[in-house]
């Protein structure tokens, strides 16, 4: 079927979220961002719009980026919402600085949600600006793009507009406004402010919303929040195996961050670990490590704890208690399944568990690079005396490890298969390429130095194919060089 490519004036809207009572929001404009210009787009979630590609290259899409423009059919609004920030209740947060435009049906009929972010002042923008800096978009942006890729459940990253209006954070910086899309901004925090207010009619009206338009075949069911509550109990548990899998930090994962389809939302001090370490912290405002990547799993469900309480109102408690209890169950099976697949296994034998754990306690002691370790594995080779020095050479204690490859052998020679077989299964899912701080922080100050995007839009394409072999790129794949120790990443955005 020939698909009728839209322009921004032809984008067909129903928004479903601007027709809920008018307490789930604050309908309002952007506000305007003075000559806007184009950091970069993506082709790919341009296409997710039907958008024609020569049309994100116009100055009426840069206007919509910017927040200028406000496409026919668009219902601007900020959304209500509460959440836990650091363990702490907050009753009233909202989007402080971004601005849902509206829901759009593709060709496809698939919906997908636009929101700026870095759009201005709202409502709920407390004391700060309503801005966001270009520094974090550009991180936004290509992570989203890359989690994608990775195969990871995420919100999606459409472009950027960059502007010379100054942003004070740590230092004076450049605003710019990130559009993103998503089949739904809704968080675990939008439940929680009804809650707390006692406005049970307006959480069930938001759990109607909710299942009404993404869990369709729950609706009308005498136990649909349950149903929708195991859902998305289920979906985190995944997600975050996911992360672990990968080695992806969120950084805060605050219930407000906390998407209701089980998207990764709101990149902010996220990180890929390098040097492995279970304890590592990746958001430098994280003293106590709340959010380390060891943590992350148990705070998930804590996380969907807070969810289960908001929704008590309209499932009884021994209903929620079991939802909750799905969760470790479907994590370790989810982050089990992942782990063998890195390791190229194709069966589950006993003595896993212990080989995984093992080998990522020498990771650990030798504070091995994640990603580069699992690549390499991929071209183990298990004949008897063949040279495997490249990964050897990547841990210190050479014994232990030889000790640890023998096992290995020894459990590959136990299911039928060969090398090469499993090199490309392994390279299958075990990234080559993923964005590290360095390589977004060479991105980023291109950008902001010099005006200069082409890195970024370099970055993109790489991670958009992160696990192929790319070898014009190979120094991407490189581990961090001594400078970028010093990077800091905050929740400053
Ligand atoms: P975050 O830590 O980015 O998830 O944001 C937490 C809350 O602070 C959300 O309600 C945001 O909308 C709000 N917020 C963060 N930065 C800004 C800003 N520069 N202006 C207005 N609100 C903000
Ligand atoms: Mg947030």
New binding site residues.
Partial sequence: MHTALRHVNTLTFDNRYARLPPAFYRKLDPTPLAAPYLVSVSDDAAALLDLDPAETRSERFLDMLAGNLVPPGAEPLAMLYAGHQFGTFVPQ??????ILLGEIVNAKHERWTLQLKGAGETP???T????AVLRSTIREYLCSEAMHALGIPTTRALGIAGADETVYRETSETAAVLLRLAPSHVRFGSFEVFYHRREHEYLKQLADHVIEAHFPHFAGTSDCYERFLIEVVERTARLIAQWQAVGFCHG?M?T??MSILGLTL?Y?PFGFMEAFNPGHICNHSDEQGRYSYENQPYIGLWNCSRLAQALTPLIPAEQCNAALARYEGVFMEKHAVLMRAKFGLVQAMEGDDALVSDLLALLAEHGTDYTIFFRALGRFNAQQGADNDAVRDLMVNRAAFDAWLARYSARLAAESGNDADRCMRMDAVNPKYVLRNHLAQIAIDKATRQRDFSEIDRLLKLLQRPFDEQPEHEAYAAPPPDWAKGIEVS?S?
């Fill in positions: 947060l909202g989007d402080g600085r971004a709920f923008s407390r700060a600006d309503g801005r805060v605050n407000d961050n709101d902010g929740c955005s």
